[in-house]
């Protein structure tokens, strides 16, 4: 399993609060150092079942300098949302926590966090 974080991030250090609590076996990946890459921003939607503008923080401040409440939303957009995605990776909504069965999750809360573990086979045993 692994969880790209932003360590500054509250939502991240909550959701490896409980996978360290869980004992859950993990690697981080610092996406704003380990950038992903237009590919792996397309694996890793393929996993969520989302699409990037699903992922992407409207509220940051190169979302409103790049105008991305303005971009469209269907098919002949998404490779221009990727795009955006990986050259500015705070634009992608965190924790994004990909299991080993293939699937992936947005770990914004503790649900989400425990759905992962489950998938993962990891799953709380209380």
Same mark, same amino acid.
């Given at each position: ?16 609060d ?14 704003? #150092? $380990?950038?992903?890459s =237009?590919?792996? &921003? ?7 079942? *989302?699409?990037?503008w699903? !992922?992407?923080?409207?509220?940051e401040?190169?979302?409103?300098a ?7 939303? #269907? $098919?002949?957009?998404? =490779?221009?949302? &990727?795009?955006?995605?990986?050259r500015?990776?705070? *634009?992608?909504?965190?924790? !994004?926590?990909t ?6 999750v947005?770990?914004?809360d503790?649900?989400?966090?425990? #759905?992962?573990?489950?998938r ?7």
């Open positions: 399993m692994e969880i790209w974080i932003n360590p500054a991030c509250s939502k991240c250090r909550s959701a490896l409980l996978l360290d609590g869980e004992g859950a076996r993990y690697t981080v990946r610092r996406y704003l #150092e $380990d950038v992903p =237009e590919d792996e &921003i397309r694996e890793v939607l393929g996993r969520l079942t *989302l699409e990037p699903d !992922i992407a923080r409207s509220q401040p190169e979302a409103k790049l105008g991305l409440a303005e971009w469209a939303r #269907e $098919d002949g957009s998404r =490779e221009r949302w &990727i795009e955006a995605l990986a500015h990776p705070r *634009l992608i909504q965190r924790p !994004i926590i299991a080993d069965d293939g699937t992936a947005v770990a914004r503790d649900e989400a966090v425990r #759905e992962a573990l489950r993962q086979g990891d799953a709380p045993t209380h």
